[in-house]
Protein backbone atom coordinates (compact mmCIF):
# COMPACT_ATOMS: atom_id res chain seq x y z
CA UNK A 1 0.00 0.00 0.00
CA UNK A 2 2.77 2.11 0.13
CA UNK A 3 2.05 4.30 -3.40
CA UNK A 4 1.53 7.87 -3.71
CA UNK A 5 -1.95 9.14 -3.15
CA UNK A 6 -4.95 10.18 -5.46
CA UNK A 7 -5.28 12.94 -4.54
CA UNK A 8 -5.86 15.59 -1.33
CA UNK A 9 -9.60 14.77 -0.06
CA UNK A 10 -11.93 16.26 1.89
CA UNK A 11 -14.63 13.54 3.65
CA UNK A 12 -18.11 14.47 3.80
CA UNK A 13 -20.29 13.42 6.89
CA UNK A 14 -22.17 15.46 8.14
CA UNK A 15 -24.39 14.29 10.93
CA UNK A 16 -22.58 11.37 11.48
CA UNK A 17 -18.83 11.88 12.30
CA UNK A 18 -18.15 9.71 15.85
CA UNK A 19 -21.64 8.01 15.14
CA UNK A 20 -21.88 4.11 13.80
CA UNK A 21 -23.19 5.59 10.31
CA UNK A 22 -19.94 7.52 10.14
CA UNK A 23 -17.69 4.89 10.13
CA UNK A 24 -16.08 5.40 6.61
CA UNK A 25 -15.25 8.59 7.86
CA UNK A 26 -13.91 7.33 10.31
CA UNK A 27 -11.29 5.13 8.75
CA UNK A 28 -10.23 7.37 6.38
CA UNK A 29 -9.20 9.45 8.79
CA UNK A 30 -7.54 7.31 10.83
CA UNK A 31 -5.63 5.67 7.99
CA UNK A 32 -5.41 5.65 3.75
CA UNK A 33 -2.87 5.66 1.31
CA UNK A 34 -4.86 6.27 -1.65
CA UNK A 35 -5.54 10.05 -0.24
CA UNK A 36 -4.06 12.82 1.71
CA UNK A 37 -6.77 13.49 3.76
CA UNK A 38 -6.78 17.60 4.58
CA UNK A 39 -10.40 17.53 6.59
CA UNK A 40 -13.71 16.21 7.42
CA UNK A 41 -16.82 18.43 7.23
CA UNK A 42 -20.05 18.14 10.30
CA UNK A 43 -20.53 20.96 11.58
CA UNK A 44 -21.49 19.46 14.83
CA UNK A 45 -17.95 19.27 15.45
CA UNK A 46 -16.78 22.19 13.16
CA UNK A 47 -13.51 23.60 14.78
CA UNK A 48 -12.09 20.26 16.17
CA UNK A 49 -10.00 17.58 15.25
CA UNK A 50 -11.01 14.91 13.51
CA UNK A 51 -8.63 12.62 15.43
CA UNK A 52 -8.95 13.92 19.04
CA UNK A 53 -13.15 13.39 18.64
CA UNK A 54 -12.30 9.55 17.63
CA UNK A 55 -9.03 8.47 19.63
CA UNK A 56 -8.58 11.34 22.22
CA UNK A 57 -5.24 11.57 20.16
CA UNK A 58 -3.75 14.95 18.63
CA UNK A 59 -3.67 14.74 14.49
CA UNK A 60 -3.95 17.17 12.04
CA UNK A 61 -7.43 16.97 10.21
CA UNK A 62 -10.02 19.57 11.05
CA UNK A 63 -13.22 19.62 11.01
CA UNK A 64 -14.93 22.01 9.13
CA UNK A 65 -19.51 22.87 9.21
CA UNK A 66 -19.68 23.00 4.98
CA UNK A 67 -17.92 22.09 2.38
CA UNK A 68 -17.30 25.26 1.38
CA UNK A 69 -15.27 26.26 4.49
CA UNK A 70 -13.16 22.79 4.22
CA UNK A 71 -12.23 24.07 0.33
CA UNK A 72 -11.64 27.75 1.58
CA UNK A 73 -9.40 26.86 4.55
CA UNK A 74 -7.76 23.85 2.49
CA UNK A 75 -3.75 23.72 3.43
CA UNK A 76 -3.61 22.39 0.41
CA UNK A 77 -5.79 22.39 -3.02
CA UNK A 78 -8.40 19.60 -2.37
CA UNK A 79 -8.99 17.41 -5.68
CA UNK A 80 -11.79 15.15 -4.25
CA UNK A 81 -14.33 15.01 -2.05
CA UNK A 82 -15.28 11.19 -0.64
CA UNK A 83 -18.84 10.76 0.92
CA UNK A 84 -17.74 9.34 4.56
CA UNK A 85 -21.03 8.60 5.49
CA UNK A 86 -22.74 4.99 5.95
CA UNK A 87 -26.31 5.04 6.46
CA UNK A 88 -28.35 2.33 7.01
CA UNK A 89 -29.08 1.08 3.58
CA UNK A 90 -26.15 2.81 2.06
CA UNK A 91 -28.18 5.35 0.33
CA UNK A 92 -27.31 9.13 0.06
CA UNK A 93 -29.42 11.92 1.98
CA UNK A 94 -31.02 14.72 0.10
CA UNK A 95 -28.84 16.95 1.84
CA UNK A 96 -25.72 15.33 0.61
CA UNK A 97 -26.50 15.99 -2.95
CA UNK A 98 -25.87 19.35 -2.32
CA UNK A 99 -22.59 18.76 -0.72
CA UNK A 100 -21.71 16.89 -3.66
CA UNK A 101 -23.51 19.48 -6.46
CA UNK A 102 -21.12 22.00 -4.53
CA UNK A 103 -17.95 19.81 -4.78
CA UNK A 104 -18.29 19.37 -8.69
CA UNK A 105 -19.04 23.19 -9.22
CA UNK A 106 -15.54 23.70 -7.25
CA UNK A 107 -13.86 21.23 -9.78
CA UNK A 108 -13.73 18.69 -7.17
CA UNK A 109 -13.60 14.99 -8.29
CA UNK A 110 -16.34 12.51 -6.01
CA UNK A 111 -15.69 9.48 -4.83
CA UNK A 112 -18.49 7.49 -2.92
CA UNK A 113 -18.99 4.04 -1.74
CA UNK A 114 -22.76 4.05 -1.13
CA UNK A 115 -25.46 2.32 -3.33
CA UNK A 116 -26.85 5.42 -4.84
CA UNK A 117 -25.06 5.57 -7.89
CA UNK A 118 -24.06 9.29 -8.81
CA UNK A 119 -22.12 8.80 -12.08
CA UNK A 120 -25.86 7.49 -13.69
CA UNK A 121 -27.58 10.67 -12.43
CA UNK A 122 -27.70 13.54 -15.63
CA UNK A 123 -27.90 16.63 -13.63
CA UNK A 124 -24.81 15.90 -11.49
CA UNK A 125 -23.01 13.46 -14.37
CA UNK A 126 -23.38 17.61 -16.23
CA UNK A 127 -22.31 19.36 -13.69
CA UNK A 128 -19.18 17.29 -13.57
CA UNK A 129 -18.60 17.19 -17.01
CA UNK A 130 -18.87 20.68 -17.16
CA UNK A 131 -16.25 21.31 -14.31
CA UNK A 132 -13.67 19.06 -15.55
CA UNK A 133 -14.98 16.15 -12.63
CA UNK A 134 -14.53 12.78 -12.22
CA UNK A 135 -17.37 10.94 -9.96
CA UNK A 136 -16.56 7.42 -9.68
CA UNK A 137 -18.99 4.86 -7.68
CA UNK A 138 -17.42 2.36 -5.41
CA UNK A 139 -20.08 0.42 -5.37
CA UNK A 140 -21.28 -0.02 -9.15
CA UNK A 141 -21.21 -4.06 -9.74
CA UNK A 142 -19.20 -5.06 -12.32
CA UNK A 143 -20.06 -7.01 -15.23
CA UNK A 144 -20.94 -10.92 -14.38
CA UNK A 145 -18.50 -11.62 -17.11
CA UNK A 146 -16.17 -11.07 -14.67
CA UNK A 147 -16.88 -12.23 -11.49
CA UNK A 148 -15.20 -15.69 -10.38
CA UNK A 149 -17.12 -18.82 -9.10
CA UNK A 150 -16.15 -20.82 -6.13
CA UNK A 151 -13.57 -23.29 -7.34
CA UNK A 152 -11.49 -24.52 -4.67
CA UNK A 153 -8.26 -22.89 -5.29
CA UNK A 154 -8.52 -21.53 -1.35
CA UNK A 155 -7.05 -25.28 -0.72
CA UNK A 156 -4.07 -24.61 -2.38
CA UNK A 157 -3.10 -21.67 0.37
CA UNK A 158 -0.40 -22.63 2.57
CA UNK A 159 -0.64 -19.92 5.31
CA UNK A 160 -2.83 -18.98 8.36
CA UNK A 161 -6.14 -17.53 7.18
CA UNK A 162 -7.74 -15.12 9.87
CA UNK A 163 -11.32 -13.64 9.89
CA UNK A 164 -11.61 -10.83 12.05
CA UNK A 165 -15.99 -11.25 12.19
CA UNK A 166 -18.24 -8.94 14.50
CA UNK A 167 -21.12 -9.64 16.87
CA UNK A 168 -22.28 -6.71 15.14
CA UNK A 169 -22.11 -4.25 12.00
CA UNK A 170 -20.24 -1.30 12.33
CA UNK A 171 -18.73 -1.92 15.67
CA UNK A 172 -14.54 -1.95 14.41
CA UNK A 173 -13.95 -5.00 12.05
CA UNK A 174 -12.13 -3.15 9.67
CA UNK A 175 -10.51 -1.29 11.92
CA UNK A 176 -9.35 -4.08 14.33
CA UNK A 177 -7.92 -5.66 10.85
CA UNK A 178 -6.09 -2.41 9.39
CA UNK A 179 -4.15 -2.14 13.16
CA UNK A 180 -3.45 -5.80 13.54
CA UNK A 181 -2.30 -6.08 9.45
CA UNK A 182 0.44 -2.78 10.31
CA UNK A 183 1.25 -4.03 13.37
CA UNK A 184 2.18 -7.69 12.34
CA UNK A 185 3.83 -5.90 9.56
CA UNK A 186 6.09 -3.53 11.89
CA UNK A 187 7.41 -6.85 13.24
CA UNK A 188 8.50 -8.73 10.07
CA UNK A 189 5.60 -11.27 9.63
CA UNK A 190 4.14 -10.35 6.63
CA UNK A 191 0.66 -9.99 6.81
CA UNK A 192 -2.10 -8.94 4.03
CA UNK A 193 -5.33 -7.54 4.57
CA UNK A 194 -8.54 -8.78 2.74
CA UNK A 195 -11.07 -5.78 2.10
CA UNK A 196 -14.34 -6.26 1.90
CA UNK A 197 -16.09 -3.53 1.47
CA UNK A 198 -16.00 0.36 0.15
CA UNK A 199 -14.09 2.09 3.32
CA UNK A 200 -11.17 -0.40 3.18
CA UNK A 201 -10.87 0.15 -0.95
CA UNK A 202 -11.13 4.24 0.22
CA UNK A 203 -8.46 3.47 2.16
CA UNK A 204 -6.44 2.19 -0.56
CA UNK A 205 -6.03 -1.96 1.03
CA UNK A 206 -4.75 -3.45 -2.31
CA UNK A 207 -6.58 -6.61 -1.85
CA UNK A 208 -10.25 -5.52 -2.03
CA UNK A 209 -13.56 -7.23 -3.32
CA UNK A 210 -16.93 -5.01 -2.46
CA UNK A 211 -19.40 -8.05 -1.33
CA UNK A 212 -22.35 -5.34 -1.12
CA UNK A 213 -21.86 -4.67 -4.85
CA UNK A 214 -21.62 -8.61 -5.58
CA UNK A 215 -23.86 -10.90 -7.32
CA UNK A 216 -24.90 -13.71 -4.58
CA UNK A 217 -24.26 -16.31 -6.77
CA UNK A 218 -20.26 -14.80 -7.38
CA UNK A 219 -19.97 -13.72 -3.90
CA UNK A 220 -18.50 -16.82 -2.54
CA UNK A 221 -16.21 -16.91 -5.58
CA UNK A 222 -14.90 -13.34 -5.18
CA UNK A 223 -13.84 -13.79 -1.66
CA UNK A 224 -11.78 -16.97 -2.83
CA UNK A 225 -10.69 -15.57 -5.48
CA UNK A 226 -9.00 -12.07 -3.82
CA UNK A 227 -7.54 -14.63 -0.76
CA UNK A 228 -6.36 -16.50 -3.12
CA UNK A 229 -4.67 -13.75 -5.96
CA UNK A 230 -2.92 -12.21 -2.78
CA UNK A 231 -1.55 -15.72 -1.55
CA UNK A 232 0.10 -16.29 -5.11
CA UNK A 233 1.35 -12.94 -5.88
CA UNK A 234 2.49 -11.93 -1.73
CA UNK A 235 3.47 -15.19 0.02
CA UNK A 236 2.47 -13.81 3.27
CA UNK A 237 2.65 -15.24 6.94
CA UNK A 238 -0.90 -14.90 7.47
CA UNK A 239 -4.03 -13.78 5.76
CA UNK A 240 -6.48 -11.50 7.69
CA UNK A 241 -10.15 -11.34 6.18
CA UNK A 242 -12.30 -8.12 7.30
CA UNK A 243 -16.04 -9.43 7.92
CA UNK A 244 -19.10 -7.84 7.23
CA UNK A 245 -22.16 -7.25 9.03
CA UNK A 246 -22.49 -9.98 11.63
CA UNK A 247 -23.91 -13.85 11.77
CA UNK A 248 -27.45 -13.00 13.16
CA UNK A 249 -28.12 -9.29 12.23
CA UNK A 250 -31.38 -8.79 10.56
CA UNK A 251 -30.71 -6.41 8.31
CA UNK A 252 -26.89 -7.32 7.44
CA UNK A 253 -26.40 -11.24 8.04
CA UNK A 254 -22.39 -11.46 6.81
CA UNK A 255 -19.93 -13.79 8.05
CA UNK A 256 -20.89 -17.06 6.46
CA UNK A 257 -19.89 -16.53 2.90
CA UNK A 258 -16.13 -15.86 4.37
CA UNK A 259 -16.01 -19.07 6.62
CA UNK A 260 -17.54 -20.97 3.55
CA UNK A 261 -15.43 -18.89 0.69
CA UNK A 262 -12.14 -18.45 2.75
CA UNK A 263 -11.79 -21.17 5.12
CA UNK A 264 -10.25 -19.80 7.64
CA UNK A 265 -8.34 -21.43 10.38
CA UNK A 266 -8.84 -18.79 13.02
CA UNK A 267 -11.57 -15.98 14.05
CA UNK A 268 -11.21 -12.98 15.61
CA UNK A 269 -14.53 -11.24 17.15
CA UNK A 270 -15.06 -7.89 17.76
CA UNK A 271 -17.41 -7.15 19.96
CA UNK A 272 -19.37 -4.27 21.97
CA UNK A 273 -20.07 -4.65 25.40
CA UNK A 274 -22.49 -2.17 26.39
CA UNK A 275 -24.20 -2.27 23.03
CA UNK A 276 -27.61 -4.83 23.68
CA UNK A 277 -29.28 -4.10 20.57
CA UNK A 278 -28.51 -4.96 16.71
CA UNK A 279 -27.22 -1.36 15.19
CA UNK A 280 -30.26 0.64 13.95
CA UNK A 281 -32.63 -1.84 15.16
CA UNK A 282 -34.16 -1.49 18.29
CA UNK A 283 -36.03 -4.41 19.32
CA UNK A 284 -33.74 -6.69 18.23
CA UNK A 285 -31.17 -7.90 20.71
CA UNK A 286 -27.87 -9.06 20.09
CA UNK A 287 -27.32 -12.80 21.13
CA UNK A 288 -24.99 -12.82 23.99
CA UNK A 289 -21.36 -13.36 23.21
CA UNK A 290 -21.48 -17.67 24.48
CA UNK A 291 -24.03 -18.12 21.55
CA UNK A 292 -22.23 -15.78 18.82
CA UNK A 293 -18.90 -17.82 19.30
CA UNK A 294 -20.55 -21.44 19.31
CA UNK A 295 -22.58 -20.54 16.27
CA UNK A 296 -18.91 -19.62 14.45
CA UNK A 297 -17.52 -22.12 15.61
CA UNK A 298 -20.11 -24.90 14.74
CA UNK A 299 -20.55 -24.02 11.52
CA UNK A 300 -16.60 -24.15 10.43
CA UNK A 301 -13.51 -25.75 11.10
CA UNK A 302 -12.11 -22.30 12.38
CA UNK A 303 -11.57 -21.51 15.97
CA UNK A 304 -12.07 -18.14 18.35
CA UNK A 305 -8.64 -17.44 19.50
CA UNK A 306 -9.49 -13.80 20.97
CA UNK A 307 -12.32 -11.03 21.42
CA UNK A 308 -11.26 -7.48 20.27
CA UNK A 309 -13.53 -4.91 21.96
CA UNK A 310 -15.28 -2.18 20.75
CA UNK A 311 -15.32 0.57 23.56
CA UNK A 312 -18.82 2.56 22.60
CA UNK A 313 -20.27 3.33 25.95
CA UNK A 314 -17.58 2.85 27.75
CA UNK A 315 -15.00 4.61 29.80
CA UNK A 316 -11.41 3.20 30.57
CA UNK A 317 -11.77 2.14 34.21
CA UNK A 318 -14.35 -0.16 32.79
CA UNK A 319 -11.86 -2.13 30.62
CA UNK A 320 -9.67 -4.27 33.04
CA UNK A 321 -13.33 -5.87 34.54
CA UNK A 322 -14.85 -6.41 31.06
CA UNK A 323 -11.57 -8.24 29.92
CA UNK A 324 -11.87 -10.17 32.74
CA UNK A 325 -15.33 -11.08 32.59
CA UNK A 326 -14.59 -12.24 29.08
CA UNK A 327 -11.57 -14.21 29.59
CA UNK A 328 -13.13 -15.88 32.70
CA UNK A 329 -16.49 -17.37 31.12
CA UNK A 330 -14.89 -17.86 27.50
CA UNK A 331 -11.48 -18.83 28.19
CA UNK A 332 -10.65 -16.66 25.51
CA UNK A 333 -8.11 -13.51 25.29
CA UNK A 334 -9.78 -9.97 24.64
CA UNK A 335 -8.22 -6.88 23.99
CA UNK A 336 -8.96 -3.30 22.88
CA UNK A 337 -6.89 -2.57 20.04
CA UNK A 338 -7.31 1.29 20.23
CA UNK A 339 -6.84 2.19 23.93
CA UNK A 340 -4.22 -0.31 24.85
CA UNK A 341 -0.66 -2.33 24.09
CA UNK A 342 -1.72 -5.20 21.83
CA UNK A 343 1.10 -7.17 22.02
CA UNK A 344 0.04 -9.98 23.42
CA UNK A 345 -2.50 -10.49 20.44
CA UNK A 346 0.16 -9.77 18.14
CA UNK A 347 2.36 -12.67 19.69
CA UNK A 348 -0.58 -15.23 19.48
CA UNK A 349 -1.29 -14.25 15.72
CA UNK A 350 2.59 -14.21 14.97
CA UNK A 351 3.34 -17.64 16.88
CA UNK A 352 -0.13 -19.18 14.52
CA UNK A 353 1.48 -17.89 11.41
CA UNK A 354 5.06 -19.52 12.52
CA UNK A 355 2.91 -22.97 12.62
Excluded at 35 to 61: C, F
Excluded at 80 to 103: F, K, M, Q, S
Excluded at 284 to 313: C, F, R, W
Excluded at 319 to 327: D, Y
Amino acid sequence: MNHEHEGRAIVYCEGAFNTPNGKTAHGLARHTSRYKVLSVVDSRYAGQDALKILDDTPGNVPVYDSVVSAIKNAAEKPTHLVIGLAPDGGRLPAYAREAVITALCHGLNVDCGLHDLLSEDPDLSRLASEHHAIIRDIRKPKPSSTLHFFTGDIEKVRCPKIAVLGTDSAIGKRTTTVKLTQALNAQNIKAIMIGTGQTAWLQGVKYTILVDALISDFMTGEIENIVYQAWCEQKPDCILIEGQGSLMNPAYPGGYEILAAARPEYIILQHAPKRKEYDGFPGYPIQDLHTQIAALEMISKAKVIAVTLNHEGMVKNDLPALKKQIETQHNIPAFDVLWEDINPLITLIKNLAKK
